[in-house]
C-alpha cells in the first residue's frame, strides 16, 4: 500500500481507531522510506517530509497520528540515504511493536480494576477498552458489557461483536440508552484520541454524555490511552481540532428541506469527569497529564 492508498484509508475510515491509525501512517511512512529511489540525502528527506504532510492531513483530532509521525521521523538522521533509511525502519519498528505492546500492556492493568460480576458500558470501538474487557474475561470474572451503538457510524457494533466472539456477555443498547442502564453498571471504560496537558480526554461524540452520567450515578470513568495519545501540543496552548465530517453520514440529504445538519465527531470530556487514564506505565489521575507529557519530551 502506498501513501495515497493507506491516506485514503485513514480518510474515508476504512482504518479508524487512534492506534490502528498511527499503526498503519508509520507503517506506510516505513514503506515509502524504504521504496524510494532517490540517492540525494536532502531531495530524500524533503520526499519523506511531503509523505508525513499527506498521512498528518487524513485526520485532524487523533494526536496519535502526529505523534507517531514524529516517532519515525525521529529516526531520520545520517549522511546518506542509506544511513537515513536505516534509522527510519528502526524508529517506525520501534513505534510499531513498542504501541502493539503498550496494548497487552494497558490491557492487563485495567482488567485488575474490573471485579468479578462487574456491569461496564463502553463507547465507540476501541481497541484497548475492547482488550481489557476480554482480559477480565479470560481471567474468569464474569462480566457484562453495555456497547453504545455510536451514532453515526456505528463503531459499536464492532465492538459488541469483538466482545460476543470472545465470549463476553454484551448488549447493545442507543447511545441514548446510557442513563437509562447507567443505574445497574459500575464501571465505565473508553479508549482516547488525544488527551490535553490539564487532562480532557478528546474521544468519540458522546463521550462526555456518557461520562456526565456516570457522573451523576457516582460509576467510576476510566480511559485507557497509551502515552502517545497525550498531546504536546496542547501544552503550547494549542487547540485540539475535532474533526467535523460530511452531513450525509448522519441523514440522506434530500430526505429534509431548510433543516442544518452537523456532525462533529469527537468531544472533550473535562478531567473532572474522569477518575483515572490507564498507560502503558500504570495507572494515573488525570491531573498527571501535564506530568506524563514533560516525561514524553524528555
Ligand atoms: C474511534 C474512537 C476510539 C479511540 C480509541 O473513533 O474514538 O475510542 O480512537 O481507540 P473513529 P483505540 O472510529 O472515528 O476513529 O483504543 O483503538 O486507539
Known amino acids: 500500500m502506498n501513501i495515497n492508498d493507506t491516506a485514503a484509508k485513514i480518510s474515508s475510515m476504512e482504518i479508524r481507531g487512534a492506534g490502528k491509525i498511527a499503526r498503519a501512517a508509520a507503517q506506510a511512512l516505513l514503506q515509502f522510506a524504504i521504496n524510494l529511489d532517490e540517492k540525494n540525502p536532502g531531495k530524500f528527506l524533503k520526499a519523506l517530509e511531503t509523505a508525513k504532510e499527506t498521512l498528518f492531513n487524513t485526520r485532524p483530532t487523533a494526536v496519535s497520528l502526529a505523534n507517531a509521525l514524529d516517532a519515525v521521523m525521529k529516526g531520520a538522521k545520517g549522511n546518506t540515504v542509506d544511513e537515513i533509511k536505516k534509522g527510519i525502519k528502526s524508529s517506525a519498528e520501534q513505534f510499531i511493536s513498542s504501541s502493539e505492546k503498550a496494548i497487552e500492556t494497558?490491557?492487563?492493568?485495567?482488567?485488575?480494576?474490573?471485579?468479578?460480576?462487574?456491569?461496564?458500558?463502553?463507547?465507540?470501538?476501541?481497541?484497548?477498552?475492547v482488550s481489557a474487557i476480554i482480559k477480565a474475561h479470560e481471567q474468569g470474572k464474569k462480566v457484562r458489557v453495555f456497547a453504545t451503538e455510536t451514532r453515526p457510524w456505528r463503531q459499536g457494533l464492532i465492538t459488541a461483536q469483538a466482545l460476543a466472539?470472545?465470549?463476553?456477555?454484551?448488549?447493545?443498547?442507543?447511545?441514548s440508552a446510557v442513563g437509562f442502564f447507567m443505574r445497574e453498571t459500575d464501571l465505565v471504560i473508553v479508549g482516547a484520541d488525544t488527551v490535553t496537558a490539564d487532562g480532557t480526554i478528546i474521544n468519540k461524540i458522546g463521550t462526555s454524555q456518557v461520562a456526565l452520567a456516570a457522573s451523576v450515578y457516582s460509576v467510576p470513568v476510566i480511559v485507557c490511552a497509551e502515552t502517545y495519545k497525550f498531546s504536546k501540543a496542547t501544552l503550547e496552548g494549542k487547540p485540539v481540532v475535532i474533526e467535523e465530517r460530511d452531513v450525509a453520514e448522519v441523514v440522506e440529504q434530500n430526505k429534509l428541506k431548510g433543516v442544518k445538519v452537523?456532525?462533529?465527531?469527537?468531544?472533550?470530556?473535562?478531567?473532572?469527569?474522569?477518575?483515572?487514564?490507564?498507560?502503558?506505565?500504570?495507572?494515573?489521575?488525570?491531573?498527571?497529564a501535564y506530568t506524563i507529557i514533560q516525561k514524553m519530551m524528555e
Not at 466472539?165 to 447511545?175: F, Q, R
Open 106 to 129: 494497558i490491557a492487563k492493568i485495567c482488567s485488575q480494576r474490573i471485579q468479578d460480576g462487574y456491569t461496564i458500558i463502553t463507547h465507540c470501538n476501541s481497541t484497548l477498552a
Open 165 to 175: 466472539d470472545s465470549g463476553v456477555d454484551v448488549t447493545l443498547i442507543v447511545d
Open 262 to 288: 452537523r456532525n462533529p465527531v469527537f468531544d472533550a470530556t473535562p478531567s473532572k469527569y474522569i477518575t483515572a487514564i490507564i498507560t502503558e506505565l500504570g495507572i494515573y489521575s488525570p491531573h498527571a
